[in-house]
């Protein structure tokens, strides 16, 4: 009986670390399917200037390699659903993942299946190759000229940001987040919330406007920020270990149905990524808030909101700006 491998990613600038990982992918078994987001997931996983090849092209590009069998095109942001038809034998990652943060994983371990992550070839990636083309081309990223005095610059900065965010496509996710919020408290359903040090008090400043009130009198609606129990942070932390701060606390909140909004801005914080997991094996629907880089949170969530800066403060700013749209659209739908 042939064994079949299964991994997944953008595919987008194929280079000689995308080869070297679908090589080694195809020796684990007898038939390799690989499967890419769409044009829309990677848009919502890598901003709006991603993919450079659309995905019809990057389908064709991996079904030249010998290597690859067959290719599939997925358009949510995490291939779940595609690995539980496909069953594969084996499951794939690069080795920039870890076993417990790869989607998929849990399940085709309960089918009798491996999971394998592959070492990365050192010094590829499609963002470093992006950037080698750019400077290449002369297309050097534009830096603002603060020539202007200090609270200028800041207030030029942000507005840049809202000038990024201002289209119909993030309106239309942010309209969609909102969306999946209002069915988990229609549901009766709550939500949690979790992030670090700025994005911790996102996290409460959001949960009180659910739990008091936003800006009209309304019955109180369940939210948790589970960075806010000074005992249950700090026994966890000593107990256990940091890193599971959070995912404990989802563990013991959690119930299927409830909505987790994890907040990074990195997309990388390793205590948010492991709430997220265990929030996903418990049921729970996930929404991502990060930055430009938080690939790895938004390719975990059901839905993400990236905000298109790498600067921490203007990520922050524009987070608990997300949160506010939530909070008012709840408010309306409840006078409906």
Not at 150 to 160: C, D, E, V
Request: with cysteine; charged share 25%; glycine share 6%.
């Amino acid at each position: 009986m042939k064994k079949t491998v299964f991994t997944n990613g953008c595919f987008d600038l194929l280079h000689t670390g995308h080869i070297a990982l679908l090589r080694a992918a195809r020796a684990e078994g007898d038939r390799l399917i690989v499967a890419i987001n769409s044009d829309e997931s990677v848009k919502k996983i890598k901003g709006n200037d991603r993919p450079f090849q659309n995905q019809f092209d990057r389908k064709t590009v991996l079904e030249s390699l010998k290597f690859v069998d067959e290719v599939y095109i997925f358009d949510e942001l995490t291939p779940e659903k595609l690995i539980k038809e496909i069953k594969p034998d084996v499951l794939v990652k690069g080795g920039d993942w870890k076993e417990n943060e790869i989607i998929g994983s849990e399940f085709v371990k309960a089918c009798g299946g491996t999971v394998i992550t592959i070492p990365l070839v050192d010094g590829f990636s499609t963002t470093n190759l992006a950037t080698k083309i750019n400077n290449f081309n002369g297309n050097h990223e534009q830096k603002t000229d603060y020539s202007e005095d200090f609270f200028r610059k800041s207030l030029t900065r942000h507005r840049q940001v809202f000038e990024q965010i201002e289209n119909e496509e993030f309106l239309s996710n942010l309209k969609q987040i909102c969306d999946l919020v209002w069915k988990v408290i229609s549901n009766g359903n709550k939500i949690l919330l979790c992030g670090n040090g700025g994005s911790a008090s996102d996290a409460q400043h959001i949960a009180t406007e659910f739990v008091g009130r936003y800006e009209k009198e309304r019955k109180a609606l369940p939210a948790i920020a589970l960075n806010t129990d000074t005992s249950a942070l700090t026994a966890i932390s000593n107990d256990y270990d940091f890193s599971r701060v959070f995912s404990r606390q989802v563990e013991a909140l959690a119930v299927q149905g409830d909505v987790l909004i994890a907040i990074s801005t990195s997309g990388n914080s390793q205590n948010v990524i492991n709430a997220v997991m265990t929030a996903r094996k418990k049921g729970c629907l996930v929404i991502g808030l990060t930055g430009a880089k938080g690939k790895k949170l938004a390719s975990l969530s059901d839905k993400c909101i990236m905000i298109p800066t790498e600067n921490t403060a203007n990520i922050q700013e524009f987070h608990i700006l997300v949160g506010h749209i939530i909070c008012a659209y709840v408010d309306k739908q409840l006078e409906v």
